[in-house]
């Protein structure tokens, strides 16, 4: 069992940043694919961005790419989400998953509000 724990969210003015983080729980973090969820009111949940278990690859959604950025910290069990000139859309609450084989884990959600 992985214990997912997400921290970071908030309310910043469109055009500004937000850094997520995601620590995880257990001993084999190193080897799940890490991932980044998003969820706004009314809406289905959909993938922000993954990175691999070495961290070498990652996928975004093509209107995130180059405003979000993955990375992960293995020594810490945690991965983040840097977000950058974000935008009214962008609101919503972000999920941290993670991923190995058929075992697949969520974090409880952290909000984040784009507003001025």
């Known amino acids: 069992q992985v214990q997912l724990v997400e921290s970071g969210g908030g309310l910043v003015q469109p055009g500004g940043s937000l850094r997520l983080s995601c620590t995880a729980s257990?001993?084999?973090?190193?080897?799940?694919?890490m991932g980044w969820y998003r969820q706004a009111p009314g809406k289905r949940r959909e993938l922000v961005v993954t990175?691999?278990?070495?961290?070498?690859?990652?996928s975004a959604a093509d209107n995130k790419k180059g405003r979000f950025t993955i990375s992960r910290d293995n020594a810490k069990n945690t991965v983040y989400l840097q977000m950058n000139s974000l935008r009214p859309e962008d609101t919503a609450v972000y999920y941290c998953?993670?991923?190995?084989?058929?075992?697949?884990?969520w974090g409880q959600g952290t909000q984040v509000t784009v507003s001025s």
């Open positions: 257990g001993s084999i973090f190193s080897q799940y694919t």
């Open positions: 998953n993670a991923q190995y084989g058929a075992m697949n884990y």
């Open positions: 990175i691999s278990s070495s961290g070498g690859t990652t």
